[in-house]
């Protein structure tokens, strides 16, 4: 075939002017169309070709093409569509930047100036019931459900206070017990805050509530009874535990005592650990102005913090203190983002010095490297708040990880303008920093984007919200990198271009003379991109030499193996976990919270809320049972407490009334049963809806719940608190003719929890796919595909398991760096593949390797390293939220460094296809030295328009004539 060239394209093919997307092609009926034409239709025959046999599964051979042949076509023409233009398109940004220039750097400023008025509509959201819990999870609706119960009552209240002495011992000591009480009426009755309510000036609790939270009656009817010793013992006071009964009315103490022992002799409570204080039962009766709740909660919690008492400890646990504290642990980060930055900015300042050092340069390249992420995070927050996005405490750690990124694209830019030939005009200079440094940013960018993008479609709003805040990020810092950054890359080389010495004339050549020759092939080797293979005497040369030997890729291989056995058994091994801890600093008080509910109170008593929404008939004896019946199915489910911890109304009144039986007065005896103070049964009124007649008369019951308790004991942990609700929701789904729903206080995080590990499977592969199918746009060859792909997949398993074994947990928190992951770890493979999938097939694997490793292995390793910095100051942050961000940083980038200098290199030369170079027959390849020499300089001088115009001095006729 190669006698077929004319000897302009055989020389067009040696000199690799022709490129990678035009290889030598077999001759046909169109060898008189134009050379890229003809290839063209060939290549799209083979394509067809190919199809048709994926459909029919035909053999390659039965049509008589080589398959090795239709795979090098389908290898070399994929990038004439996408990478192809992509890089025409950068180059011819690169001239528009450089001729306008002042667009290109004050727009972005302008747009970071604009977005400071975002600030107006700013929000924060820090509620983790909402922000860790599926949208679409049940526990909404069952929220929803006790929301419209509690509605008509006043609204959502809640906040539990819990007492313990300081020795942890006994409560229930003399002075301690008196201790409880007093603490009780002072926060029910004297701690007030300024309000303004029916004329007071200062309100206490007890004046912005009404209902049940005024009847907070266990604690102080157990110590009336429990300090006199002949009252224990009194049959009509029995101190049992977990339902104490006074007379014939039975009071559940479970959710308020923690820590019980029980007197073996008399079966009477002796021992209590942990008092806890109801102030505002979950959904209790509350009728107040918003404002002053909030008031009053907000004081109250800053009086807990500086509780003091020489006997109790007192702790708090509400929605608002939790939000305080998990905004809390993300603020935490703000200090160290101003170190982080310093340190980045020092690096870029000390590797990317020029060859004669101007400090000057260095230190305003530096800045403005640095300024171009600062500018994308101030833009992303500004234009997300304007557009009503909620900001919450995660988002603190997307700055850090963008002044990271930011910083990969200034390496990569500043090493591509260090590469091209200076001879050359800076326009072309700038064209060409463009064209080389534009499509590796925008694989790794879009990969980046891609990767967050698919999080922010994930269910869970923390998640979904921190993922948009860092795929926007990201995808401005990516505009503001090629347009701000590189705008002021051309106003400094034009002020360092004047300062400069103007160059010597240059001494003129006859074209076709050994000088001239040498000076072209100088200019044409000068090239951003190298027509010719690295030095194989050269560092990296050896190198690729050296992971070519078989004994390199063997001992590689058990690296490997080693590698992969410890990630999977980590991957294998890691628990999924909710623990609201995680969220909150370590010193937080809620984590001595959470120790004592752990410990004491889940274990031994937690109340779980049944709603009857569809109550039937209850006049009927039939439907009576059939409730009970319903509460003796929770009263038998695992774990749980049984009869003596149900509170349920229908009993007390089934008990007490001897006309249940009675069809035409069972309403109205239930009305009054309700009213009557000395019956006891007030205390049901909140639990029970009834039915009323334009007139006021009960006509039936329109709703009402039950509360009964399990104990999980040793078992106490969220896992089995998952198993619980499960257990509990199907019991309710068993009554569909009642619309009976369950309401407990966490179910929120143990729905996150049950669907936590799915939604992290589901995601992780989609966005892997997705990053396998960005980067065939950009490399379609199959080697380079398949090798990043593995090299990915290692990395990201690798960093998955290694967390596990790192103590960490999978939870919203491992979702979120989980997707962080995969997006950085395409950094590493896709440049690597980039580069060497877009060197001429002609060069040896060894040769096309190398020179990717030398056109971006420096870059990346200095990205590597400034992401590490910039994230390093969060090493000393004590909080698991950020410990979890900064070890999958460390972990994704020591993996994908080493994958990238060492293992994929070493799998492309595996997988890579050598060079099938072709050799002319000497016979037809006679030409004089001459000859050659010209058809190279032309070739050469077709590729590259050289730019210099040197100042041509006076030439006599005769020597006019000469030189042509």
């Known amino acids: 075939m190669w006698h077929l060239l004319s000897d302009f394209e055989r020389a067009e093919y040696q000199s690799g002017a022709v490129g990678v997307c035009q290889p030598v092609y077999p ?132 906040l539990e206070l819990t007492i313990t002495a300081k020795d942890m011992e006994n409560l229930l000591r003399r002075d301690y017990l008196d201790g409880v009480d007093s603490l009780s009426e002072y926060v029910q009755y004297n701690f007030t805050v ?62 308020h005592f923690g820590g019980v022992e029980i007197d073996a002799k008399t079966n009477v409570i002796s021992r209590v650990k942990v008092i806890k204080r109801l102030t505002g039962k979950s959904f209790s009766g509350l009728k107040l102005l918003e404002t002053g709740k909030f008031r009053w909660e907000q004081d109250f919690i800053d009086y807990t913090e500086h509780f003091s008492h020489p006997q109790l400890n007192m702790t708090i646990n509400s929605d608002t203190m939790i939000a305080r504290e998990v905004r809390a642990n993300g603020m935490t980060c703000i200090p160290y983002f101003s170190i982080s930055i310093a340190l980045v900015y020092t690096f870029i300042l000390l590797t990317n010095r020029r060859e004669h050092f101007h400090l000057g340069h260095s230190i305003v390249m530096a800045l403005l490297g640095v300024a171009g992420p600062l500018m994308a995070i101030g833009t992303t927050f500004g234009f997300l708040f304007l557009l009503g996005y909620p900001f919450n405490s995660i988002a603190l750690v997307m700055p850090f990880l963008i002044i990271g990124v930011g910083s990969d694209d200034v390496f990569i830019i500043i090493h591509a303008m260090r590469k091209t030939d200076k001879r050359k005009s800076l326009e072309e200079q700038i064209a060409e920093t463009m064209e080389e440094a534009g499509p590796s940013i925008t694989v790794t960018s879009a990969t980046n984007i891609l990767s967050f993008g698919i999080g922010v479609l994930t269910p869970t709003p923390a998640i979904s919200l921190f993922c948009l805040y860092t795929a ?58 190298s027509n010719h293979p690295a030095n194989p005497q050269g560092i990296v040369a050896r190198y690729c030499a050296f992971l070519k030997r078989w004994q390199t890729r063997l001992c590689l291989l058990l690296i490997l193996i080693v590698y992969w056995s410890a990630s999977v058994y980590g991957c294998m091994n890691m628990e999924v976990k909710m623990d609201t801890t995680n969220l909150v600093m370590k010193e937080s008080a809620l984590n001595n919270v959470a120790y004592i509910y752990e410990k004491f109170l889940w274990s031994e008593g937690q109340l779980v809320l049944i709603f009857v929404n569809n109550p039937p008939d209850m006049t009927q004896e039939k439907n009576q049972w059939a409730v009970l019946d319903l509460v003796d199915r929770f009263e038998k489910l695992p774990y749980s ?198 060197n001429p097939i002609t060069w040896t694997t060894d040769e096309r390797l190398a020179d990717a490793l030398k056109s971006i292995g420096w870059p990346m390793i200095q990205a590597g390293v400034s992401t590490m ?63 050659k020499s010209l058809i190279s300089n032309t070739s050469t001088l077709k590729e590259i328009p050289l730019e210099v115009k040197p100042q041509r001095p006076n030439l006599s006729e005769e020597e006019s004539r000469r030189t042509g």
């Open 472 to 529: 926007v990020a990201v995808a401005v810092d990516f505009v503001y990198q090629l347009t701000f950054f590189v705008a002021a890359l051309v106003y400094e080389e034009k002020r360092i271009t004047k300062n400069l010495e103007k160059p010597p004339i240059e001494e003129v050549y006859p074209v076709g003379s050994i000088e001239n020759n040498k000076k072209m092939a100088i200019c044409a080797q000068s090239s951003i991109r």
């Open 27 to 158: 001759p046909t009926i169109f060898d008189a169309a134009p050379l890229r034409f003809r290839f063209l239709l060939i290549s799209q025959f083979f394509r067809l070709v190919r199809r048709v046999q994926d459909l029919f599964q035909w053999r390659l051979w039965s049509l008589g093409i080589p398959y090795i042949f239709i795979k090098d076509v389908d290898e070399i023409t994929g990038s004439c569509f996408v990478e192809e233009k992509s890089v025409i398109f950068f180059k011819q940004t690169g001239y528009l930047v450089y001729r306008y220039p002042a667009p290109f750097f004050w727009i972005p400023v302008t747009l970071t100036v604009v977005a400071t008025f975002g600030l107006l509509r700013f929000y924060e959201e820090n509620r983790i019931w909402y922000l860790y819990s599926p949208t679409g999870a049940q526990s909404h609706a069952e929220h929803a459900v006790a929301k419209e119960f509690f509605n008509d009552r006043g609204g959502k209240f809640w």
């Open 641 to 838: 407490m049984g009869h003596n911890s149900t509170s349920f109304w229908l009993r007390s009144f089934l008990y007490q009334s001897p006309l249940y039986h009675n069809r035409k007065g069972f309403y109205a005896l239930l009305d009054e049963w309700l009213n009557d103070p000395e019956s006891g049964a007030s205390r049901w009124k909140d639990m029970i809806r009834l039915k009323k007649s334009e007139n006021g008369t009960t006509i039936g019951i329109d709703k009402f719940m039950f509360a009964t308790a399990c104990a999980m004991g040793d078992d106490a942990n969220w896992n089995t608190r998952e198993r619980l609700q499960k257990q509990w929701r199907a019991v309710a789904g068993q009554y569909p003719q009642y619309n009976v729903s369950v309401f407990q206080a966490y179910s929120f995080y143990v729905d996150q929890l049950d669907s936590i590990g799915s939604t992290t499977l589901s995601t992780v592969i989609v966005a892997a796919l997705t990053m396998d199918l960005a980067c065939f746009l950009m490399i379609p060859s199959a080697s380079s595909i398949l090798s990043s792909s593995v090299a990915m997949l290692s990395i990201n398993v690798g960093v998955f398991g290694l967390l596990s074994v790192w103590n960490v947990n999978l939870d919203p928190i491992t979702m979120c760096t989980t997707l962080m992951s995969i997006g950085f770890s395409v950094d590493f493979t896709a440049h690597i593949s980039y580069h060497y999938y877009r």
């Open 194 to 255: 300024p309000c303004d309510l029916n004329g007071k000036t200062r309100c206490s609790f007890s004046d912005l509530c009404s209902g049940a939270c005024n009847e907070n009656q266990v604690i102080p009817l157990f110590n009336l009874i429990y300090r006199n010793a002949s009252s224990r013992l009194h049959p009509n006071f029995r101190l049992t535990y977990p339902t104490m009964h006074l007379y014939n009315d039975e009071y559940y103490v479970g959710e």
């Open 869 to 931: 910095l910039c994230m390093s100051p969060l090493l000393i942050n004590d909080s698991y939220m950020v410990g979890v961000f900064v070890k999958t940083i460390f972990l994704v980038i020591s993996l994908g460094l080493l994958h990238g200098i060492i293992f994929l290199p070493a799998l492309l030369l595996t997988v890579g296809r050598e060079a099938q170079k072709k050799v002319a027959p000497a016979d037809q390849l006679a030409a004089t030295s001459s000859d």
